[in-house]
């Protein structure tokens, strides 16, 4: 274990207690600190070291080899659920079935909405039904997506609810292990969305809490609009730290920022990240974006950097951002994720090697049911 004061440069690494000094650092500027100190931390992965940048706000940043693991949740349910047309529930099914033998052990798959709301998503306990009839849980699968003799671990499957009737229907679903739920800071989107007040919202999320502890489920609360909203509505990181403080204050234990109208720049996913990410000791944060093809690797990458270490996607982009007024915002690809994290130097704990009949199906499922362009 090893620490590098970076201006002052002074340290150790490893048995032989190795010193440094500035030209291991890389010294720079003040205001380009960061950006040397990040490339001299990718230079230091995984040999124990704990580097710390002091700052005059007296920031610090420290990675270890953990801190190079990411969380990647893939997000059919988000893919699919504005689609014109109906996805059969047999493919849906085996959609998710190649997922898993894919290598994805986050799944946001199924959401317990009202059908006339979402109809593409009516079908999620029988979906849910048939998925797992179709995976040899706890045995030995040797489909070709798997590593011969690996045994398939159940993944985490997360079931969206957006009240008290649809957390009954999620917690009566097998399979499903883990309840979501978008909490909107914009109260313009929630009474839209859900048609609640915030204090009905809250109190909704108490409850949430409560029921999936006693059922042993997860549960993961995506903040809408954290990253501002469209509708002229008072808007601050300050607003995302109290509703984070709250959330841990009643025991949350996972968060996801939603960039849901997808206007977040690349420095505002940073800069918003490291603002807040104080505010939830205890409490993984991670970041669910919204984007333009073009700024998706900035975006993922100035998380990352901010200390972000869990991710939502959907492969291929598939699924648009209906709130955006811009067609070509929507899912960030899987794929961008896990290229812009690779780039990072993270372990994004995914071969795109083993994505190929997923791949094959997502664009069958572009084809068909979305009437968009096939993605090669």
């Not at 811009?326 to 690779?342: K, P, Y």
Request: glycine letters at 8%; charged letters at 25%.
């Amino acid at each position: 274990m090893g620490v590098c004061w970076f201006w002052k440069c002074r340290g150790s690494f490893g048995a032989g207690r190795r010193s440094i000094d500035r030209a291991c650092c890389g010294w720079a500027p003040e205001n380009q600190r960061s950006d040397t100190l990040a490339h001299f931390a990718r230079n230091w992965r995984g040999r124990g070291c704990v580097v710390v940048l002091r700052k005059a706000r007296q920031e610090s940043l420290v990675l270890t080899p953990m801190d190079h693991k990411t969380t990647i949740i893939e997000c059919p349910r988000d893919a699919w659920q504005g689609l014109p047309d109906l996805i059969p529930t047999e493919y849906k099914a085996e959609y998710l079935k190649e997922l898993v033998l894919a290598g994805f052990k986050h799944i946001d798959a199924v959401s317990f909405v009202s059908p006339k709301h979402v109809k593409q998503m009516a079908d999620s306990e029988e979906v849910m039904a048939r998925l797992n009839t179709s995976l040899p849980y706890g045995a030995t699968e040797k489909a070709g997506r798997q590593d011969a003799g690996a045994t398939i671990e159940p993944p985490e499957i997360i079931g969206i609810v957006v009240n008290e009737k649809g957390l009954e229907r999620g917690l009566a679903t097998p399979g499903v292990t883990t309840i979501g739920y978008p909490y909107s800071i914009s109260a313009y989107f929630r009474r839209a969305n859900a048609n609640m007040t915030r204090d009905e919202s809250r109190l909704l999320v108490e409850k949430l809490r409560k029921e999936t502890a006693a059922a042993n489920r997860g549960l993961v609360i995506y903040i809408s609009m954290a990253f501002g909203n469209p509708y002229d509505e008072p808007w601050g990181a300050e607003i995302v730290a109290e509703t984070l403080e709250w959330l841990k204050d009643i025991r949350i234990k996972t968060v996801s920022l939603a960039d849901t109208v997808g206007t977040a720049s690349p420095q505002l996913v940073g800069d918003l990240y490291r603002e807040v990410k104080d505010h939830v000791a205890g409490i993984e944060l991670g970041v669910h974006l919204h984007s333009r093809p073009e700024n998706a690797e900035e975006k993922i990458l100035a998380a990352y950097e901010a200390g972000c270490r869990r991710f939502d996607g959907a492969l291929t982009g598939l699924g648009g951002c209906p709130f955006a007024g811009d067609n070509l915002v929507g899912n960030i690809a899987t794929e961008d994720v896990l290229a812009a994290l690779r780039k990072a130097g993270a372990d994004p704990g995914i071969d795109s090697a083993r994505l190929t009949r997923v791949l094959e199906m997502t664009n069958e499922i572009r084809a068909k049911y979305a009437h968009a362009p096939l993605v090669n």
